[in-house]
């Protein structure tokens, strides 16, 4: 199966699960679970990126959880707010622009998986994310070692697609709302924290948000998509193993 017949059969089983099988959303739940790891992640390295701390990394049942992460005021706050709003869209956009064929799918979700099992060690602190994070990472890295080639692209595939979903549907919403839920209780969204922290309206940066995630897996299923480059007859051979 070529990448680009890989890359829709993930989507039309992300749609289907989505929309139309019954218990769909339930076989989606891991991923949903991934999406709200990569958000949390985001905030994490964002704020050791600024000179902060990552503390503690929480996710609940319900998809939500926050990371006890930052330090700074300012600039540093936004960046870290940021973090967790573009985590997923960037995770998709290079997922779908990274992985060309069974080669690079098994470096991606292994790499992906080691670093869920990292924040694991690190700084996961909560029950649900005590079960979710290893064995959604144990699957990752069974796929990456024991899948055939046409199941690793398709695998890495449709994590990149559910975090572009993701995106879409729950990211979206939320980019423009003033709380959000977190662990049965509302808190300040991140971009009411990203508008207190530089100043402006939280809409107005809600919108940029959304741009900037939008164009993000723009680019990245513009970059799965297209068609490869013309190679000698040898490349050619040498990139279809790949």
């Not at 869920?116 to 979710?132: D, F, K, N």
Request: charged share 10%; aromatic share 10%; net charge positive.
């Amino acid at each position: 199966m070529s990448a680009r017949r890989s890359l829709i059969f993930a989507a039309g089983v992300a749609w289907l699960l989505e929309h139309l099988v019954p218990f769909g959303r339930l076989l989606l739940y891991p991923f949903t679970l991934l999406a709200t790891w990569v958000h949390e992640t985001g905030h994490g390295l964002a704020g050791l990126a600024t000179g902060g701390v990552f503390q503690k990394l929480v996710i609940y049942w319900d998809a939500s959880g926050y990371a006890l992460a930052g330090g700074g005021v300012g600039w540093r706050q936004a960046v870290v707010s940021l973090g967790g709003l573009w985590a997923p869209p960037v995770v998709g956009a290079f997922l779908l622009a990274f992985v060309k064929g069974p080669r690079r799918a098994r470096l991606a979700l292994l790499a992906l998986s080691g670093l869920m099992l990292l924040t694991l060690l690190l700084w996961v602190r909560s029950p649900a994310g005590y079960i979710s994070v290893p064995l959604t990472a144990a699957l990752i890295a069974w796929v990456a070692w024991r899948g055939s080639g046409e199941r690793r692209v398709f695998f890495a595939q449709l994590i990149a697609v559910t975090l572009a979903l993701d995106t879409v549907g729950r990211m979206v919403g939320y980019a423009l709302s003033t709380t959000a839920t977190v662990g049965g209780k509302d808190q300040k969204s991140d971009v009411v924290m990203l508008a207190d922290a530089v100043g402006g309206h939280y809409v107005l940066w809600g919108l940029v948000v959304i741009v900037v995630a939008m164009a993000l897996l723009a680019v990245g299923l513009w970059s799965a998509w297209r068609a490869p480059r013309s190679a000698p007859p040898t490349a050619r051979a040498r990139a279809s193993r790949r």
